[in-house]
C-alpha cells in the first residue's frame, strides 16, 4: 500500500486508460477478424490512441476543458464523414462502432471524475453489450407486443402508483394502510412476474422438475392442476409429475418465507425452522419419486406454463380477497379469538391463502408471533390437503399412490411440527 501511494494519480489513470481502451480495441479486432464487417473505424491500436488522445486533452486544461471538447468535435467531424461514406458505399446504418470511439474517448474523464467501481460497471457493460449482439437478437425474438405491455404494468404499480399511495392505516375495521396493501400487491405480482419471465426465456424447455419449481413460486395449486391433468396425457412420466407436483409444493413454502420476511421479519424468524424442514423434505420426497421415474430421459415439455401474472383483473380479485380476509380476520379475532382464526386458517386452504396470510403478516393484530406463525401453518396444511384432492381428481391412477405417499409425508409432517 505504501509502493502505492508513491506512485503519481495521473500515471495510474492513464494506464487505466490506455488499457481499457485496447481492450475495446481487441474486441473490435476479434470481432473484425471473425465476421469480416464492410466497414470498420479502427480496431486495436486505432482505439488505444483515441484512448490516449482524450486523456491528453483532458489533462492538459481539466478546468475549462475547451481542447478536450474541441478534440471531441473534430472526433465527431470524422466520424460523420465516415459514417456517410459507409452508408453511401454499403448502405449500413450501424452505429455501435462509433458509439464505441466515442466512449474510447471520454475514458479518460470518467476515470478521473467517477469513483472506480462505477468506471469497472460502465467499461465491462460496454463489453457485454458489444459481445451480446447475437444473443439480444435471439432473444427480441421471443418478445411479443404483451411483453412490453406487462413490463409498462409492473412499471406502473411499482414505480408510480405505490409511492403516492398514504402509509397511514385505512380505519379501524381495515388495519392496514393503503401503502402496505399496494406493496403486498407488488411483491406478490413481482414473485409471479419473475416466475413468469424465467420460464419464458431462460426455462422455456427445461423438463417437468424446472418448470414445476417455477410454477410452485407463482402458484403451487395451479401447478397441481396442471400436472394432474397432464398424467392423463403422458402416463410414462407419472412418477416425474408426481415429483414435480411435491417439489411445487415445496416451493409454496420457499414463497411464503420470502413474503414473510418481507412484511414480517419477527415472524419469519418463527416460521424459518418449520418451512426450511418442509421444503427440505419437500424436495427429498420429489428427488426420491423422480429417481424411481421409470422414464430414463426427462421430457422436454413444460409442466406449468404461467399465465400472464401482471392482468389488472387478477391483481383487482387479489386485492378484494386481500381487504375481505383483512376484515374477516379482524372480526373473527375480536369475537371468536384464536380458536376463531385457527378454524379460518383451515378455512382458507381451499382458496388462495397468500391474501389471509399476507393481511396476517401485515395487519396489527393483538396475538403473538408464535400464534401467527401455527395459523400460517395450519393454512399451508389444509391447502395441501386441498391440492392432494385436487391430485387426486385431475389426474390418471397411476399417480394416486405416489401422490398419496408423497402429500401425506408434508402433512403428517407439518402437524408434527405444528404440535411441537
Known amino acids: 500500500m505504501e509502493i502505492l501511494a508513491k506512485i503519481p494519480k495521473d500515471f495510474i489513470y492513464f494506464l487505466m486508460t490506455t ?65 456517410i461514406k459507409k452508408i453511401e458505399k454499403n448502405g449500413y446504418w450501424g452505429l455501435t462502432s462509433i ?148 417439489i411445487a409444493t415445496g416451493m409454496m413454502f420457499l414463497r411464503l418465507l420470502l413474503l414473510a420476511y418481507i412484511f414480517n421479519p419477527a415472524l419469519a424468524v418463527y416460521l424459518l425452522p418449520s418451512f426450511s424442514i418442509l421444503v427440505v423434505i419437500s424436495s427429498v420426497v420429489s428427488l426420491v419419486l423422480y429417481k424411481f421415474s421409470k422414464q430414463t430421459t426427462e421430457t422436454n415439455e413444460n409442466g406449468y406454463k404461467g399465465n400472464n401474472p401482471l392482468e389488472f383483473k387478477t391483481a383487482l380479485i387479489f386485492a378484494g380477497l386481500f381487504i375481505v380476509f383483512a376484515v374477516i380476520t379482524k372480526y373473527v379475532l375480536e369475537y371468536y379469538g384464536t380458536k376463531g382464526l385457527n378454524i379460518l386458517s383451515v378455512v382458507v386452504g381451499v382458496t388462495d391463502i397468500d391474501p389471509f396470510l399476507l393481511s396476517l403478516f401485515m395487519g396489527k393484530y393483538s396475538i403473538s408471533l408464535q400464534t401467527m406463525a401455527d395459523m400460517t401453518l395450519l393454512a399451508t396444511l389444509s391447502n395441501n390437503v386441498v391440492k392432494l384432492v385436487y391430485g387426486l381428481s385431475f389426474g390418471d391412477k397411476k399417480i394416486r399412490k405416489p401422490l398419496i405417499i408423497g402429500f401425506l409425508t408434508i402433512i403428517v409432517l407439518g402437524i408434527l411440527l405444528l404440535l411441537i
Open 19 to 83: 488499457l481499457f481502451a485496447l481492450i475495446i480495441g481487441l474486441e473490435q479486432r476479434r470481432r473484425h477478424d471473425k465476421t469480416h464487417p464492410v466497414a470498420l473505424f479502427g480496431t486495436d491500436r486505432t482505439y488505444a490512441l483515441i484512448g490516449i488522445l482524450g486523456f491528453i486533452l483532458y489533462i492538459i486544461s481539466p478546468e475549462n476543458l475547451l481542447l478536450f471538447i474541441i478534440g471531441e468535435i473534430s472526433l465527431l467531424i470524422l466520424l460523420a464523414v465516415f459514417y
Open 99 to 246: 458509439t464505441l470511439v466515442l466512449i474510447t474517448y471520454n475514458v479518460a474523464p470518467l476515470v478521473y471524475t467517477q469513483p472506480l467501481w462505477l468506471t469497472v460497471l460502465i467499461f465491462t457493460t460496454v463489453l457485454i453489450l458489444v459481445e451480446m449482439k447475437e444473443r439480444l437478437k435471439l432473444l427480441s425474438k421471443k418478445f411479443d407486443e404483451k411483453e412490453f405491455i406487462t413490463l409498462s404494468k409492473f412499471l406502473l404499480i411499482s414505480g408510480v402508483i405505490l409511492p403516492l399511495l398514504p402509509q397511514n392505516i385505512i380505519n379501524d375495521l381495515i388495519p392496514i394502510s393503503p401503502f402496505k396493501f399496494w406493496l403486498a400487491i407488488v411483491v406478490v405480482s413481482g414473485v409471479s412476474y419473475f416466475s413468469y419471465l424465467l420460464q419464458k426465456f431462460i426455462f422455456p424447455k427445461k423438463g417437468i422438475i424446472i418448470t414445476s419449481i417455477l410454477g410452485g413460486l407463482y402458484s403451487s395449486t395451479a401447478t397441481t392442476i396442471v400436472l394432474a391433468r397432464k398424467s392423463r396425457l403422458n402416463t410414462s412420466s407419472t412418477n416425474q409429475i408426481t415429483a414435480g407436483i411435491i
